[in-house]
């Protein structure tokens, strides 16, 4: 499907720009998103990925990943019945899920991509998406958003009395989307279009890792140890992991109660809270992977270099299908595709309940987060940060994601061509938490 929706913003964008006059921009719209999504895009996650996949390698070499992963097994089996017990996959798939709760999306990513990766060493089909790949997508582009950071700040930044009054409303169109993106997930993957092909002669989950491995170099990665290659935690490294972790503790508590950042949620115990958790979560996940893996003996400067040589490897092999996404959005959004579909749609939306100065920015969401973020700021300026569009559009903007870049650089990563029903979940799970948005934000500000 991914393959015919980029026809299509290629085409349409070269149609509208005829149509209105605007041919001659297209090239320079087209330079422009291939070097912005080099020297601002991948140049920079190249950084992260090396960053948090070292972090993640000393993980799993502290046995912290598959500990995770089988805490969480008795939820995560329902979800990902394709997933073995205790299999990577699952701990690194919680990893950016909790990166995406506390709006950490620098973390997010990198942990999503290496997600990805797990979940491609059990692909018996390495240019076809799994059912766990597909709902790993479906949760990534809908996830319960507890802070939703760049709408806060940018309300914030808009002079907003009360910047972080979306955080209800965007939780709640979050549960919504994620709800909506699983239900679509699960039905769709059993429709015959969407069905993953038959591989013949597949014998065993082992032969099938290796053939991927072969097929597919980008799938390849190094395998964690075993659990008997370093020894367990011993009582004095539990107690001094206990007491790092006592200690982070109780400095988000003082930061809850005292509040000394100035923040205008003074005496929101919940807000402040939830902002210490978000400060805190950073520093704490790099401190507690590397004590605990140096705790086990492991080499630490080493295999973080491993693990970041790894990261940098898939940082440079999503640049192809960065620059092909981008470049079709900037061609679409330059030649005036946004604002035909605003016209056309907008008098019939409007009819329904959904304002019309909304409609540029649930159209451009999927496709581009930088363009969001610039449709919020001139939405927030021009009726007023506190004002119902406002507080609609951070919601709208805090509790959805940019579906076609997620699953572009996400597939992009593992080689994967054939996406089946992702992109239609996501574009579902989008489009629920827009509607429950605007709806709870009438019922919320009134």
């Given at each position: 499907m991914l393959n015919w929706i980029w026809l299509g913003l290629i085409l349409a964008a070269v149609l509208t720009a005829t149509a209105n006059g605007?041919?001659?921009?297209?090239?320079?719209?087209?330079f422009d998103a291939a070097k912005n999504a080099v020297l601002n895009l991948a140049i920079p996650l190249a950084g992260l990925m090396a960053l948090w996949l070292g972090?993640?390698?000393?993980?799993?070499?502290?046995?912290?990943?598959?500990?995770?992963?089988?805490?969480?097994?008795?939820?995560?089996?329902?979800?990902?019945?394709?997933?073995p017990p205790g299999h990577p996959a699952l701990g690194s798939m919680v990893m950016n899920i909790a990166a995406n709760m506390l709006g950490l999306a620098?973390?997010?990513?990198?942990?999503?991509?290496?997600?990805?990766?797990?979940?491609?060493?059990?692909?018996?089909?390495?240019?076809?998406?799994?059912?766990?790949?597909?709902?790993?997508?479906?949760?990534?582009?809908s996830s319960v958003q507890i802070i939703p950071a760049t709408a806060v700040a940018i309300l914030a930044a808009s002079g907003s009395t009360r910047p972080t009054a979306i955080i209800g409303t965007a939780l709640f169109a979050t549960c919504c989307s994620t709800l909506?993106?699983?239900?679509?997930?699960?039905?769709?993957?059993?429709?015959?279009?969407?069905?993953?092909?038959?591989?013949?002669?597949?014998?065993?989950?082992?032969?099938?890792?290796n053939q991927t491995s072969?097929?597919?170099?980008?799938?390849?990665t190094s395998e964690p140890p075993t659990p008997t290659e370093y020894p367990l935690f011993s009582l004095p490294a539990i107690i001094c992991l206990s007491l790092l972790?006592?200690?982070?503790?109780?400095?988000?508590?003082?930061?809850?109660?005292?509040?000394?950042?100035?923040?205008?949620?003074?005496?929101?115990?919940?807000?402040?809270?939830?902002?210490?958790?978000?400060?805190?979560?950073?520093?704490?996940?790099?401190?507690?992977?590397?004590?605990?893996?140096?705790?086990?003996?492991?080499?630490v400067y080493e295999e973080f270099v491993e693990g970041a040589r790894e990261g940098f490897q898939v940082a440079v092999g999503i640049i192809p299908y960065l620059?092909?996404?981008?470049?079709?959005?900037?061609?679409?959004?330059?030649?005036?595709?946004?604002?035909?579909?605003?016209?056309?749609?907008g008098a019939t939306l409007a009819k329904v309940g959904i304002p019309a100065e909304l409609l540029p920015l649930m159209l451009i969401r999927?496709?581009?987060?930088?363009?969001?973020?610039?449709?919020?700021?001139?939405?927030?300026?021009?009726?007023?940060?506190?004002?119902?569009?406002?507080?609609?559009?951070a919601t709208i903007l805090g509790s959805t994601e940019t579906t076609f870049y997620v699953i572009a650089v996400y597939f992009g990563s593992v080689g994967i061509r054939r996406t089946r029903h992702a992109v239609p979940a996501g574009l579902i799970a989008d489009l629920a938490g827009m509607l429950s948005a605007i709806a709870i934000c009438r019922l919320y500000f009134g």
């Open positions: 605007k041919l001659a921009d297209l090239p320079t719209a087209a972090m993640m390698r000393l993980a799993e070499r502290a046995g912290l990943v598959s500990a995770l992963a089988r805490f969480l097994q008795p939820a995560l089996r329902r979800l990902f019945p394709d997933v620098n973390a997010a990513t990198p942990l999503g991509l290496r997600a990805m990766r797990d979940l491609q060493s059990l692909n018996p089909h390495p240019t076809t998406a799994t059912n766990a790949m597909c709902t790993f997508l479906a949760i990534n582009t909506a993106g699983l239900l679509s997930v699960k039905l769709l993957e059993r429709l015959p279009a969407y069905r993953p092909p038959i591989v013949p002669n597949e014998t065993s989950p082992t032969s099938s890792q072969l097929q597919n170099p980008q799938s390849r972790t006592l200690a982070f503790l109780g400095f988000a508590i003082y930061l809850t109660v005292f509040n000394p950042s100035k923040s205008p949620n003074q005496g929101n115990i919940l807000i402040n809270l939830l902002e210490a958790i978000s400060l805190l979560a950073i520093p704490f996940v790099f401190t507690f992977f590397p004590t605990a893996a140096a705790l086990k003996k492991v080499p620059v092909a996404i981008l470049a079709a959005v900037g061609m679409f959004r330059t030649a005036g595709g946004i604002d035909a579909l605003t016209s056309l749609l999927p496709l581009s987060g930088s363009g969001a973020v610039g449709l919020f700021t001139e939405l927030a300026k021009t009726h007023g940060p506190d004002s119902l569009l406002a507080r609609m559009g």
